[in-house]
């Protein structure tokens, strides 16, 4: 069985999100299908059937978040010792080769990726090209309009 990644922060998110699914959204489910119950026959009752769906929902994402916190990998980004290395966790300053653009991202795990917030999936093609470089060195992306190099500035473990 492999080993889900996930920095300390995305675990904790995901154990929040993990008890409010059971504490708040699983009895809500359990009143409303109780409701719709009440009123009647169940084979053209759009109610039940809605409440249905979302009680399949909810205990289906409830198995899919304890599945990746029981194995999950959590490492943070603090307690590592990589020496300038880029490694899950850490956070990268980049250059855009090409326009000169200077971004900045912290690689971490699939549930945790948000572009917006500049968090990238390690299994993103640009993660993996930066994962082992150290500050100076170039990582070359293929992109769908071709190789991108991205110059790596800096490499902090926050």
Known sequence: MSKVP???????????????????ERPNVIAAIAEARAHGDLSENAEYDAAKERQSFVEG?????????????IIDPKLLDAEGNVVFGATVDLEDGASGQKVTYQIVGDDEADLKVGKISISSPIARAMIGKYPGDVAEVQAPGGVREYEILDVRYI
């Open 6 to 24: 996930l920095t300390v922060n995305g675990a904790e998110k995901l154990r929040v999100e993990l008890h409010n699914l059971k504490t708040v």
């Open 61 to 73: 994402r409830i198995v899919e978040l304890e599945f990746k916190l029981s194995n999950a990998q």
